[in-house]
T-cell receptor, first 113, second 115 residues
């Protein structure tokens, strides 16, 4: 299996709700990173997981959390949604930590109303 | 903190012509990596070209090349023989693995190739 698949592609949630976004990485990709891309902006780093452990976190509050599973899939969970959480959420995976070999998914467009 | 600045929100170029996208960055580190990513309407970020800061030679990938000026902290992308498929958002990005395996992206340049 090749490529990185994200689901769903689009999602509308109400302020205060919780959401789970999913990412299916390429087989063997031990590293997954999540990014938030607000409209008209570049992606901003949320966190990275390596071998199912959090391996770095950006400037995001604790209501953003994640999981990585042994089958190379991962989740981004966001609690208590706020209007400013509306964005494109991208995941990127690679075989190892470091600067090489990242494959990005096509993202989930989250709209909070 | 690392910052990446792209000062050209939008650019256009005639098909088959050459265009240069600008990027500057700020870091106190000496060893780092710079990237140009392309984001077409499909939204997937696609790596265009990569430059290791310890390499003096500018990276080249077919029609894409960079002008890396380390002292000036400048990293521009030149696209030669522009094609309609080059129309996309282009993001400059920085990574320093010794302080974290995260990309720092600029705000992007929207490039339109005109037939």
């Amino acid at each position: 299996e090749t490529g990185v698949t994200q689901s769903p592609t689009h999602l509308i949630k109400t302020r205060g709700q919780q959401v789970t976004l999913r990412c299916s990485s390429q087989s063997g990709h031990n590293t997954v990173s999540w990014y938030q891309q607000a409209l008209g902006q570049g992606p901003q780093f949320i966190f990275q997981y390596y071998r199912e452990e959090e391996n770095g976190r950006g400037n995001f509050p604790p209501r953003f959390s994640g999981l990585q599973f042994p089958n190379y899939s991962s989740e981004l969970n966001v609690n208590a949604l706020e209007l400013d959480d509306s964005a494109l959420y991208l995941c990127a995976s690679s075989y190892e930590r470091g600067p090489y070999g990242y494959t990005f998914g096509s993202g989930t467009r989250l709209t909070v109303v | 903190a690392q910052t990446v600045t792209q000062s050209q929100p939008e650019m256009s170029v005639q098909e088959a012509e050459t265009v240069t996208l600008s990027c500057t960055y700020d870091t106190s580190e000496n060893n780092y990596y710079l990237f140009w990513y392309k984001q077409p309407p499909s939204r997937q970020m696609i790596l265009v070209i990569r430059q290791e800061a310890y390499k003096q030679q500018n990276a080249t990938e077919n029609r894409f090349s960079v002008n890396f000026q380390k002292a000036a902290k400048s990293f521009s992308l030149k696209i030669s023989d522009s094609q309609l498929g080059d129309t996309a958002m282009y993001f400059c990005a920085f990574m320093n693995p010794s302080t974290g395996n995260q990309f720092y992206f600029g705000t992007g340049t929207s490039l339109t190739v005109i037939p």
